[in-house]
């Protein structure tokens, strides 16, 4: 076997975060995606700039920030407190909730370019032939954004894997926990263990590879040009 | 009240729009205009598709849109056929027509076959919209806003984005539609053509206002028509085929009052045709001219002359039996002939258009 046990630990471990937080994106990020295209508030820029704001934010600022909210003085803590869970901070729910956050530009701005695209002539086509804006979203919309959600999950999961400033401050370093991949290859190089390092370091190049590689090859209308 | 009666006030950033019109119930209703007169913007405000934060919307009675009352596009009992065909490129041409079908609520009327034949888009089911021409997108998407059974038939220049070719294919069909489905459109159109071919009832719009409306054999035939129609100008008339010259490959039109020897089209003795008769066609003689080329020569009375676009030309209104023609005529010939109304005159006919 060429990784530790602790590695595949790690690789699980990451391979959960990421599926849950994808999955919490795919949830909560839609509506963002679509209220932000549909929407004439005045709220529209302000929102729209705070969902963006990681792409630009070093995550060790969102993670201290995140750190803050969670602990037993911050809103989250408060929350959590009041609902009878524990603190957050180093579990793994806290880094379920700290990537969601951090990762939250990469479901919805594709989303939001994919709606986009469709522009308003399918609602209208679809609400003269009797459908409500409910039934048209989930019949006429989704289908044709098909190819922007497969994108924008694509990205989440694979942004969510490469995190390491947000999870090591939320985190920390608990095997099992909250030790992913990129804190386990941190560790690896720390205690000098170069051969480990590369391994990971590999599967994780392997992976970023396929899945750009796959993200380029489905995209529908490559083909067509 | 069987009628259709729409007030509607929109005030946008350099564009008006000031409607107050009872519309008939029944037949093809023209929505006529140039580009930006406000005719498509009518249209989706009846469509439920612009909300107009001033209006009224009556439709056979029931309330549509007041002040206190809006009823959402997909409650309105309506068929809508876009300018381009926007068909859901996700589905086949038959999921397309399912997809309505599947979310009318109230009786169907026209049946999935009924439309798929009417359109002649039986062929054509199984195939994805980006694998239709032109043409056929808009026959399937006239067949999807028809197989909803809609009670009010919104066409919106549904032949604009399309060349001549594929115009003449769609044309055809919706004269069928016109002769055989008992429901109200309204179509917007900048084509006089179109209009003059497929509606019974014209309403002109200018700068967003309605500058006429009335039946279209009367309206057209109205000098004073406050809306610019250029070379367009000229009546219809509805006719049957009197008789046919075969030796001279002619037929014969009567229309009330009169008839008109025109190209044989191959319509047989006895049907109906609408003949368009344009303006610039028409010229007036004193006396009735023997040695002429012209083969159309009616007896008429001028009823009245008004100034033409140009301030060398004028329209002559005349009278021939019980129908109307217009004459364009040059200022400086009104003057040479002395015309006035009230005038005996023959009015010599050089082309006439068959629309039917």
């Known amino acids: ?225 | 009240m069987e009628t259709i009666e729409a007030r509607f006030h929109v005030d946008w950033p350099g564009f008006l729009l000031d409607v107050d019109c009872v519309l008939p119930d029944r037949g093809v209703t023209a929505l006529f205009g140039h580009s930006g007169s406000g005719k498509t913007t009518l249209l989706r405000c009846i469509a439920g598709l612009e909300r107009a934060r001033q209006g009224f919307l009556s439709f056979k009675g029931e309330i549509w849109q007041d002040d206190t009352t809006w009823r959402p596009t997909h409650k309105r009992p309506l068929g809508y056929v876009f300018q381009e065909a926007s068909l859901f490129p996700h589905l086949t041409a038959l999921g397309n027509l399912r997809y309505g079908i599947r979310r009318v609520t109230t009786e169907h009327k026209v049946s999935l076959d009924q439309a798929v034949e009417l359109l002649g888009i039986g062929h054509l089911l199984d195939r994805k919209a980006d694998r239709l021409s032109g043409g056929e997108r808009q026959r399937v998407a006239i067949a999807r806003a028809l197989a909803v059974s809609p009670r009010l038939l919104l066409m919106d220049e549904p032949l604009a984005a399309l060349d001549l070719k594929r115009k003449q294919e769609i044309l055809p069909y919706l004269e069928r539609l016109h002769d055989e489905l008992e429901i109200p459109v309204l179509y917007v159109s900048h084509s006089p053509d179109e209009v003059a071919r497929l509606a019974d009832h014209l309403v002109a719009m200018e700068d967003g206002r309605i500058v006429a409306s009335g039946p279209l054999v009367e309206t057209l035939a109205r000098i004073d028509l406050p809306i610019r129609l250029g070379e367009d100008i000229g009546v219809v008339l509805d006719a049957v085929v009197g008789e046919r010259d075969e030796a001279w490959h002619l037929a014969r039109m009567d229309f009330q009052g009169g008839s008109l020897w025109t190209r044989d089209m191959g319509a047989a003795t006895g049907s109906r045709m609408r003949v368009r008769v344009l303006a610039r066609d028409v010229s007036l003689t004193r006396e009735l001219q023997v040695q002429t080329s012209i083969q159309n020569l009616l007896p008429a009375r001028v009823s009245a002359i008004a100034d033409d676009e140009h301030p060398g030309l004028a329209l002559v209104r005349i009278q021939v039996g019980a129908s109307v023609l217009i004459a364009r005529l040059a200022k400086r010939a009104v003057a040479a002939l002395e015309l006035s109304p009230g005038q005996e005159v023959w009015a010599q006919v050089k082309t006439v258009t068959l629309l039917e």
């Open chain 1, 1 to 225: 076997m060429l990784l530790l046990g602790s590695d595949m630990q790690a690789i699980w471990l990451t391979v959960k975060l990421a599926s849950i937080v994808t999955v919490i994106l795919l949830l909560v990020g839609t509506p963002i995606a679509w209220w932000l295209v549909r929407s004439c508030s005045w709220w529209k820029g302000p929102i729209g700039a705070v969902v963006a704001l990681p792409l630009v934010l070093p995550p060790s600022v969102l993670g201290f920030y995140m750190l803050l909210a969670m602990g037993p003085d911050g809103p989250i803590g408060h929350l959590t407190r009041t609902l009878g869970v524990g603190p957050l901070p180093f579990t793994f729910g806290g880094l379920v909730i700290a990537s969601v956050f951090y990762s939250l530009p990469f479901m919805v701005q594709p989303l939001q370019n994919a709606f986009e695209a469709i522009g308003d002539r399918p609602l209208e086509a679809a609400a003269t032939l009797g459908a409500s804006p409910l039934d048209a979203f989930f019949s006429v919309v989704l289908p044709l954004a098909r190819p922007g959600f497969l994108t924008a999950g694509v990205l989440t999961f694979a942004h969510t894997v490469g995190e390491f400033g947000v999870v090591l401050m939320i985190g920390g370093n608990l095997p099992g926990i909250t030790r992913v991949v990129s804190v386990q290859i941190y560790d690896h190089v720390e205690a000098l263990e170069y051969g480990q390092a590369h391994r990971l370091a590999a599967v994780m190049l392997i992976f970023a590879f396929l899945v750009l590689l796959a993200l380029y090859a489905w995209r529908p209308d490559a083909k067509k040009g």
